[in-house]
């Protein structure tokens, strides 16, 4: 049996207050403390992205795979604290070398790796990878302040 933690959309919703259309993680696989986590991007078409990017050619946009990424982390960051149900919010600050490597286009399952580089307070650093089939699609670090209810 393993020590890794998981959250399955139910969880996912007690922490992060995103919702459709912006909810853009289906479950976190592994959650290894606030080390690092996995999460699961289930791609598909009748998202509304795709009606404008691009049409008669659908590509995820890079913007909102890396928000699929915060969001990752964010739910591993919920789950270290256990802040369900607790009004959790998190706020991008930065944002730093992003590199988009590989179209994500629907039908793919986005694999989202997070590694916290820095955290513990209010300011969080960390790096995601986010990997269809095994090949790279997308990376950037970013870093977000973790606001929790007191």
Known sequence: MSDLARADIDLIQRIIPHR?????????EEIDGSKSALGI????????????????????????IIEAMAQTAAVMVGVAQDLADRRFLVYFMGIEG???????VPGDVLTLRITTKRGGGKVWRFQGRAEVDGELACEADFTAMMEAPK
């Open 20 to 28: 459709y259309p912006f909810l853009l993680i289906d479950r976190v």
């Open 41 to 64: 991007k289930n791609v598909t078409f009748n998202e509304p992205h795709f009606q404008g990017h691009f049409p008669g050619a659908p590509i995820m946009p890079g913007v909102t």
């Open 98 to 104: 992003a590199k988009f490597r590989r179209k994500v």
